[in-house]
C-alpha cells in the first residue's frame, strides 16, 4: 500500500486538506497528516467576498495531525502534498519540515503544493528554473526564487505538481495521482533483477 505525508499546520485551508486526504483514501492510499505537532489542527477556509482586493478567512474544520514532523521518516513515504492556506507562511521555516522536503527532491519523489504551499519549495530553493502555478499574489515570491510563475489550473515539472487554489483541486489530484502511479511503476521496475 503506497503513503502518503500531508503537511498541515493550524491556519491551513480546508480545502486544500480534507479533499486530497479523502481522495487519496479512496484510492486505497494511506495518508498522514504531518504537523509541528500531534495534536489537533484549527484549519481556515478562505474566499472570495465582492469588493474585496483579496481573500477573506473564515475558520474551518478542525484537522487531527497523525505525527510532528520531527517523527516523520521520510523513506517510509511514497508522495507528500504541501496544504495551502496561511500555515505554510510559518511552517517553511520548520527545520524538520525542510529535511522531509529536501528527501522528496533528492530521491525524485513525487511532491504536490498547492497556493501558499510553494512558499515552503521556495524555502528549500525547490522551484528554481522550475514552472510553478500557484495563487497569483505569490508571483514575486515564486519568480524572487528562481522559478516560473504560472497563473494556470496546475502546473507538472519534473517530480512537483503545483495548483493555484483549492478551486483547482480536481487537476491538482488528477495529476499528482499520475505521478505517485508513475513513481510506483518506476520502483517496482528498479527492483526486478
Request: aromatic share 8%; net charge negative; proline share 6%.
Amino acid at each position: 500500500m503506497q503513503r502518503v505525508l500531508l503537511v498541515a499546520g493550524d491556519a491551513t485551508e480546508s480545502l486544500d486538506t480534507w479533499y486530497p486526504y479523502h481522495r487519496l483514501r479512496e484510492e486505497g492510499i494511506e495518508v498522514h497528516i504531518g504537523a509541528p505537532a500531534k495534536k489537533v489542527l484549527s484549519s481556515v477556509i478562505h474566499d472570495f467576498e465582492p469588493g474585496w482586493d483579496t481573500y477573506v478567512e473564515k475558520p474551518g474544520y478542525r484537522i487531527p495531525a497523525d505525527v510532528a514532523f520531527a517523527a516523520v521518516r521520510p523513506e517510509a513515504y511514497d508522495g507528500l502534498i504541501l496544504s495551502g492556506g496561511r500555515a505554510p507562511e510559518y511552517l517553511r521555516n520548520d527545520p524538520s519540515l525542510q529535511k522531509i522536503v529536501r528527501h522528496f527532491l533528492e530521491q525524485k519523489k513525487p511532491i504536490a503544493a498547492l497556493c501558499h504551499g510553494s512558499l515552503i519549495l521556495a524555502a528549500v530553493d525547490a522551484v528554481r528554473g522550475r514552472e510553478i502555478a500557484t495563487f497569483e499574489a505569490l508571483q514575486p515570491d515564486i519568480e524572487r526564487a528562481g522559478g516560473r510563475f504560472s497563473n494556470i489550473a496546475v502546473a507538472v515539472d519534473g517530480n512537483i505538481v503545483t495548483s493555484r487554489t483549492w478551486m483547482d483541486l480536481p487537476f491538482f489530484m488528477r495529476e499528482f495521482l499520475k505521478a505517485l502511479t508513475g513513481n510506483e511503476q518506476k520502483h517496482k521496475a528498479a527492483s526486478v533483477p
